[in-house]
């Protein structure tokens, strides 16, 4: 049976003062990831999805929207605008099907970058993921996206060679690995 999540997993503050909200994200939130990836530059989104394509398909912001129950972990970073909520910043990710290892994806607004939310989003991931007693954790970065790259090292992932024509790495960090507590609490 899926666990069921609480509404609120964290308040954080921005920079400027502003308070934001971590929720899980719900299938009613096709319309704000929709919005908030139109947002993005295609630099942000070729670094995300790996793709040129000009903008997201709709059956990928179905997808994104759409956790896959008792497999994946889905969350947004939402800042009040009014009566609404506005997308800055979300993460995720999706556990293998042998449940051996999960996937993860990090995307911050690029209005919201370098305050701390990537770092703050990656490690609430590893967190639920050693909640979930999930062995390791795997994220695909292109090779000059040197800012993912420092950001998980830093959180103590191995970062791979890439196989002879890739334009990306995987990087893996086992989350039975003792200290991992000095690394997040940084
Ligand atoms: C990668 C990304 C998630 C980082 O988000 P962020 O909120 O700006 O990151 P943080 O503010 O937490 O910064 C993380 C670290 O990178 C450093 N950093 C951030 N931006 C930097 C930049 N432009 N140049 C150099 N260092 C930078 C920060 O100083 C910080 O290190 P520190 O904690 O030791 O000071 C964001 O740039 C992004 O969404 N990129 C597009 C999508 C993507 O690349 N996703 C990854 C593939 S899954």
Known sequence: MEAILPDTIAQWRARDGQGLRVRPIRPQDAGLIRWGLDQLSPESLYQRFF?????????VVKRLSEP????????????????????????RFVTAEDGASCEFAVTVGEDWRRQGLGRRILALLIREARQ?????????????????????????????EPEPGDTFRRVRLDLRRHGWRRWIHR
């Open 132 to 160: 979930r007693r999930i062995p390791q954790m795997e994220g695909y970065v292109l090779n000059d996206n040197v800012v993912m790259l420092g950001l998980v090292l830093s959180l103590g992932f191995r970062i791979e």
């Open 68 to 91: 896959i129950p008792g497999r994946e972990y889905a969350i947004l970073v939402v800042r009040r605008d009014g009566e609404e909520e506005l997308p800055v910043a979300g993460g």
């Open 51 to 59: 793709s040129r394509a000009p903008r997201v398909p709709d059956a």
